[in-house]
Antibody
Framework: EVQLLESGGGLVQPGGSLRLSCAAS????????INWVRQAPGMGLQWVSS????????DYADSVKGRFTISRDNSKNTLYLQMNSLRAEDTAVYFC??????????????????WGQGTMVTVSS | DIQMTQSPSSLSASVGDRVTITCRAS??????LNWYQQTPGKAPKLLIY???NLQTGVPSRFRGSGSGTDFTLTISGLQPEDFSTYYC?????????FGQGTKVEI
């Protein structure tokens, strides 16, 4: 079964850091662009970041550029999101989601077909 | 950045009804429009990709149409499990923006 499982969320103070993980199974992880999408409490979905299958190309929403870093370890089938300088407005459930088509490029127009269950990040003092 | 606007924000319907949700892009996105369904506390689920293509396993009562800037999701014969929030998403150009969502309620 194709699956994504996030972990690493929690409560952090403003200005703090947190690293999220997304463990993949059931598919050839290195063949797919993987994305992070977040959802603030009671709000809609916001794309955060994407990374190519090789890890060589990444893209970020303006709201997190310079503070968040996406990376992946294909030997461990795991995606990461390093979040620094966290703000209250970063409070959200963070989902990882894979591109529908293998071999696609970052930003190449693919839908997100498999999503993890999400991990909650709360930024508060 | 491309902005996505859904309407209505919410609607009330009954089992068996036909429901139409509209999504409008601030500029042309060709056919790069996807639809997702989300129930409370769950991850979004892909329903339709590239405007009109049904994702595997999605019932045929869901239909997507449109092009350019105007798109619709139609649910024919609403079922109890369809009472959810629906989001459109453009993947024409980054950032891959989502609409604000349409909640379908009883």
């Amino acid at each position: 079964e194709v699956q994504l499982l996030e972990s690493g969320g929690g409560l952090v103070q403003p200005g703090g850091s947190l690293r999220l993980s997304c463990a993949a199974s059931g598919f050839t992880f290195s063949n797919y662009v993987i994305n992070w999408v977040r959802q603030a409490p009671g709000m809609g979905l916001q794309w955060v970041s994407s990374i190519s299958g090789s890890g060589g190309t990444a893209d970020y929403a303006d709201s997190v550029k310079g503070r968040f870093t996406i990376s992946r370890d294909n030997s461990k089938n795991t995606l990461y999101l390093q979040m620094n300088s966290l703000r209250a407005e970063d409070t959200a459930v963070y989902f990882c989601a894979k591109d529908r088509i293998r071999g696609s490029l970052v930003g190449a127009g693919m839908a997100f077909d498999i999503w993890g269950q999400g991990t909650m990040v709360t930024v508060s003092s | 950045d491309i902005q996505m606007t859904q309407s209505p924000s919410s609607l009330s319907a009954s089992v068996g009804d036909r429901v139409t949700i509209t999504c409008r892009a601030s500029q042309s996105i060709s056919a790069y429009l996807n639809w997702y369904q989300q129930t409370p506390g769950k991850a979004p689920k892909l329903l339709i990709y590239a405007t009109s293509n049904l994702q595997t396993g999605v019932p045929s009562r869901f239909r997507g149409s449109g092009s350019g800037t105007d798109f619709t999701l139609t649910i024919s014969g609403l079922q109890p499990e369809d009472f959810s929030t629906y989001y459109c998403q453009q993947t024409y150009s980054p950032p891959q923006a989502f609409g604000q969502g349409t909640k379908v309620e009883i």
